[in-house]
């Protein structure tokens, strides 16, 4: 489903990215885990071209970028439409409800009718547990279901895959459990999905594959539960004994 190929990212003669390679097959959940800084967040915005890499290619189902040279808006923009992201930060319009905030997208981008485009939210609403809040504002909402109103929106737009920056880490501890249910849900329903988080225990019992990144580079990869209890690399046990 995605494939990234050798992907290279610089800011102001700072490499972040150096040379990536990730495959996520359909209906995967991948976790990239790591310090603060290692370009985990960059990584993401390059998978659905917010940033636009200086090298490497990107293959998303039957779509493919390839960046010897810059694409064109046109290209980025349908590429973009493959993937969803959920931010870190909720970025809702604070001017509209729930509902509008997810029939927003369907409508501008995907030229839905209005009523097809508010049924569709309503789904989604209801799939994310806040079938009494449609009609809320966002100062009106819990920061949890703020999150939960953006994987909304993300799913909204039929993504092939769903990136995930950090979805609990400005939500307070009781919160965070109903927005990861959210994703457990859709994991088990086979919704392909990168995140990068720092929920360990979600990690271990939601992904098939989890990365440790480090200085822009896959430092090691393998299945939770072998990463967690027996890592190969000396700088991913630091990593862990830190946090565990």
Same mark, same amino acid.
């Given at each position: 489903?995605?494939?990234?190929?050798?992907?290279?990212?610089?800011?102001?003669?700072?490499?972040?990215?150096?040379?990536?390679?990730?495959?996520?097959?359909?209906?995967?959940?991948?976790?990239?885990?790591?310090?603060?800084?290692?370009?985990?967040?960059?990584?993401?915005?390059? &998978?659905?071209?917010?940033?636009?890499?200086?090298?490497?290619?990107?293959? #998303?189902?039957?779509?493919?970028?390839?960046?010897?040279?810059?694409?064109?808006?046109?290209?980025?923009?349908?590429?973009? @439409?493959?993937?969803?992201?959920?931010?870190?930060?909720?970025?809702?319009?604070?001017?509209?409800?729930?509902?509008?905030?997810?029939?927003?997208?369907? #409508? %501008?981008?995907? @030229?839905?009718?209005?009523?097809?485009?508010?049924?569709?939210?309503?789904?989604?609403?209801?799939?994310?547990?806040?079938?009494?809040?449609? =009609? /809320?504002?966002?100062?009106?909402?819990?920061?949890?279901?703020?999150?939960?109103?953006?994987?909304?929106?993300?799913?909204? /737009?039929?993504?092939?895959?769903?990136?995930?920056?950090?979805?609990?880490?400005?939500?307070?501890?009781?919160?965070?459990?109903?927005?990861?249910?959210?994703?457990?849900? &859709?994991?088990?329903?086979? /919704?392909? /999905?990168?995140?990068?988080? =720092?929920?360990?225990?979600?990690?271990?019992?939601?992904?098939?594959?989890?990365?440790?990144?480090?200085?822009?580079?896959?430092?090691?990869?393998?299945?939770?539960?072998?990463?967690? %209890?027996?890592?190969? =690399?000396?700088?991913?046990?630091?990593?862990?004994?830190?946090?565990?």
């Amino acid at each position: 489903m995605l494939v990234v190929e050798g992907l290279r990212k610089t800011f102001e003669n700072h490499e972040v990215l150096k040379g990536v390679h990730l495959t996520v097959r359909k209906g995967e959940v991948v976790v990239i885990i790591g310090p603060s800084g290692s370009g985990k967040t960059t990584l993401l915005r390059c &998978l659905n071209v917010l940033e636009i890499p200086d090298e490497g290619t990107l293959t #998303i189902d039957d779509e493919q970028l390839q960046f010897t040279t810059k694409p064109s808006k046109k290209e980025m923009i349908r590429f973009r @439409r493959l993937t969803g992201m959920v931010f870190q930060a909720y970025n809702l319009f604070p001017h509209m409800t729930a509902l509008e905030n997810v029939m927003e997208g369907p #409508i %501008t981008v995907k @030229r839905l009718k209005k009523h097809e485009a508010k049924e569709k939210a309503e789904q989604l609403l209801m799939k994310v547990g806040l079938k009494d809040q449609m =009609h /809320m504002y966002p100062f009106q909402l819990s920061g949890g279901q703020q999150q939960r109103v953006g994987i909304a929106r993300a799913l909204a /737009m039929e993504p092939k895959v769903l990136l995930f920056d950090e979805p609990t880490s400005a939500l307070d501890p009781e919160l965070v459990g109903e927005v990861l249910k959210v994703m457990k849900d &859709l994991a088990n329903e086979g /919704m392909t /999905m990168v995140v990068v988080t =720092h929920e360990m225990r979600f990690a271990r019992e939601v992904a098939d594959e989890v990365i440790f990144f480090d200085e822009g580079m896959m430092i090691e990869r393998g299945h939770p539960e072998q990463l967690f %209890t027996n890592p190969t =690399h000396e700088r991913t046990r630091q990593f862990l004994q830190r946090i565990q």
